[in-house]
Structures are given as structure tokens and as C-alpha cells.
């Protein structure tokens, strides 16, 4: 008995290792400045059966000013150099006054066809201001895929539970 339950996890191990999707369930990554390449914040994605769930939390230094998510079956859609092509992204939103504690989006399966694995792409812009200065800079949701333009960023796959 014990040496089959050793073998049906091993299985679950190999098994768990054969794809990089995540989900369905919590799946949360860092907010990575590919020039710098630190974590500037924390990205939590997640579905029920009607909505897929994005957070993006900051760290204290730091608040939205503009985002671009790509969520779609097809891989994000990138220049001829490589670099991500944010102005043909599914979403983009950008505030007037940026938001330091983060911003949460909620996405209806329905719209989203629903797709059960999706391609997710997040790109934000981040302010920080210490006494008179102002500083920007843009952050990815880090991944397992790149893209290979000299600008740099992620993507992920992320298995959303659909309804029967």
C-alpha cells in the first residue's frame, strides 16, 4: 500500500510539473521593472464560474497611472522587433490621479468567450514621488514567458473553470 501511494504522487508531481498554466484557482506573481528588473508590487489573478479577478497592489513606493492587460487564447501581440504592442491589448485604463494602494478588474467569462486557458499579459505604469521629484516607470507581471524585444516583459497561461 505505501509504496503505491508513493508511486500515485510521484505521478502527481510529473504530472503538476508538464504545464507552466496556472490556475484555476489564486495564482499570484510579481510587478517586475524589466529595466531594473525589481519587484515594485504584487499581481493576484483569479476566476469563479462568471468573472476572471485582477489585483494589482504596488509597493509603498509606488501608484497605478496607467494599465494594459492582454487576456485572450492567442499570445499577446508584439512589434516586428518583439517588444509588446500595448495599443492593440484587450484593456487599457489610465487615471488622472494614480492609485497607491492598487486597483482590482473584474472580467466576465461571458465576454471573454469563455475560454478555458488564457494568455495573460499585464503592463502597468507606476508613479513614485519623494519631495519634488516625480518618477515613472513600467512594470510586467512576471511569467514564465518573454518577450524578446529590447524592452523586455512577461506573460503567463492561466486555466480558468468554466461553467459545464
Known amino acids: 500500500m505505501r509504496k503505491s501511494a508513493f508511486l500515485f504522487l510521484l505521478v ?23 529595466q531594473r528588473g ?35 487564447e492567442g499570445d499577446p501581440p508584439v512589434t516586428s522587433a518583439g517588444n509588446a504592442l ?8 489610465a487615471y488622472d ?9 473584474t472580467f466576465s467569462l461571458v465576454e471573454l468567450g469563455y475560454i478555458t486557458e488564457a ?7 507606476l508613479l513614485s514621488s519623494r519631495g519634488n521629484s516625480v518618477r515613472k516607470i513600467g512594470a510586467w507581471a512576471f511569467g514564465p514567458y518573454q518577450f524578446l524585444g529590447p524592452r523586455g ?10 461553467p459545464p
Do not use: R
Open 12 to 34: 502527481m508531481v510529473a504530472a503538476v510539473g508538464v504545464s507552466d498554466a496556472q490556475g484555476p484557482g489564486l495564482h499570484q506573481t510579481q510587478m517586475i521593472d524589466p
Open 97 to 105: 490621479d494614480p492609485h497607491p494602494l492598487g486597483s482590482s478588474w
Open 119 to 125: 494568455n495573460i499579459a499585464i503592463y502597468c505604469e
Open 86 to 93: 500595448l495599443k492593440k491589448f484587450d484593456y487599457a485604463e
Open 153 to 162: 516583459g512577461w506573460w503567463f497561461d492561466y486555466t480558468i473553470a468554466t
Open 38 to 72: 525589481v519587484e515594485v508590487g504584487v499581481v493576484s489573478v483569479w476566476a469563479t464560474e462568471t468573472f476572471l479577478f485582477i489585483e494589482l497592489s504596488p509597493t509603498m513606493d509606488w501608484a497605478i497611472s496607467k494599465v494594459y492587460f492582454h487576456i485572450g
